[in-house]
């Protein structure tokens, strides 16, 4: 294993239990335990928050990855991966500024009902966006670890005949 692929397993470990958090977190808001919530979305916000940190030094010192021999399917599902993070990244932040307007008593226009929606539907989408991130991302990381980068999981890799 290489340097960028144990930093990827490493990656995916720390998204993974990020993803599980955020699942605790609608858990707990489902049951009406908002203190709790609040505690494992902002746990979930610091491990993604050493992610990106974990990742800007990642690349200055290793580098990226050398995409140059990966499947056009995989740089897809790549891209794919990345459009989700930032959506996740983008909706995440804007529940958190929702959330931190409502436990101030500042609510927005219209009193508080809107916003818990707003927050509602800013949780949904980044708890979604953050599955399938992890999904995809489960994805380009098993592509990664391949051996062999040019096949595809679809196509035969050689012979497969057992020795007789």
Not at 66 to 94: C, K, N, Q, Y
């Amino acid at each position: 294993m290489n340097a960028n692929l144990g930093f990827w397993l490493g990656a995916w470990l720390l998204f993974g239990s990020a993803v599980a958090m955020v699942g605790r977190g609608v858990w707990l808001a489902r049951h009406q335990r908002h203190d709790e919530h609040r505690r494992a979305m902002i746990a979930a916000c610091w491990l993604i928050g050493a992610f990106l940190i974990a990742y800007v030094a990642k690349v200055l010192v290793l580098g990226r990855e050398d995409r140059s021999t990966w499947m056009p399917a995989d740089i897809v599902v790549l891209r794919v991966h990345e459009a989700l993070i930032a959506a996740m990244l983008l909706a995440g932040t804007g529940a958190r500024l929702v959330a931190r307007r409502l436990a101030t008593g500042l609510a927005g226009a219209g009193g508080a009902a809107p916003d818990r929606r707003r927050h509602r539907l800013l949780g949904r989408v980044t708890a979604i966006a953050a599955i399938a991130a992890f999904g995809t991302g489960s994805w380009v990381l098993l592509r990664m670890w391949d051996d062999h980068p040019r096949a595809s999981l679809a196509q035969p890799r050689g012979d497969t005949a057992s020795p007789r």
